[in-house]
């Protein structure tokens, strides 16, 4: 079975700032890679995926990630966050298991953005 | 205006009683999720279908129950064998199964005393 780790569990950083959350998965076959974020109390939005081709991926609200085949990493960036962006962050791989599809997730990344 | 809907988003019962979580979607989606979300654990899935009258145990059934009579609607059963059932449960839909980007709902908050 597939698993994911966000390696922190918490990020706190100033509005402007540079951000990247950490994710390492641990299939050796090729994955499709997602980040999702939820805002307080809300469901889950789609930021990016990773299917193939290019390994830097960019997606919704400035954010981009880069797959890292040999490090088993798919870190999420952003060049410069604003209040905004305080929410969970969830990295995701898929699986094929028992005929079908599912997503295994890690446990989140809070990000708080502080003024 | 296509999207899922979870309905009630907070959800209060007394310990012993079963309880029903509604989803419903108007996206044409084949497959439904449930995820349980707790603090500091991610999701876990508790139950999917892929097409209607279908459906397959997640990695965390025990005590649950679903099902999926209709292609719109994916509800689930929080039963009294549920341990401890206080969670945020989300809802999900994705269009098949050679597709990737599952859509979310809103969530419920079950608060169990």
């Known amino acids: ?115 | 205006d296509g999207g899922i809907t979870q309905s009630p988003k907070y959800l209060f019962r007394k310990e012993g009683q079963n309880v029903t979580l509604s989803c419903e979607q108007n996206l044409n989606h084949d497959a439904m999720y449930w995820y349980r979300q707790d603090p500091g654990q991610g999701l876990r899935l508790i139950y999917y279908s892929q097409i209607v009258n279908d459906f397959q145990k997640g990695d965390i059934a025990e005590g649950y129950s679903v099902s999926r009579e209709k292609k719109e609607s994916f509800p689930l059963t929080v039963t009294s064998a549920q341990k401890n059932p206080t969670a945020f449960y989300l809802c999900a839909s994705k269009l098949g199964q050679s597709f990737d980007e599952q859509y979310f709902g809103p969530g419920t908050r079950l608060t169990v005393t």
Request: charged letters at 15%; a neutral charge.
């Open chain 1, 1 to 115: 079975a597939q698993s994911v780790t966000q390696l922190d569990s918490q990020v706190p950083v100033f509005e402007e700032a540079p951000v990247e959350l950490r994710c390492n998965y641990s299939s050796s076959v090729s994955v499709y890679l997602f980040w999702y974020v939820q805002y307080p109390n809300q469901g889950l939005q789609l930021l990016l995926k990773y299917l193939s081709g290019s390994t830097l991926v960019k997606g919704i609200n400035g954010f981009e990630a880069e797959f890292n085949k040999s490090q088993t990493s798919f870190h999420l960036r952003k060049p410069s966050v604003h209040i905004s962006d305080t929410a969970e962050y969830f990295c995701a791989v898929r699986e094929f298991s028992g005929g079908y599809n599912k997503l295994i997730f890690g446990a989140g990344t809070r990000l708080a953005v502080h003024p």
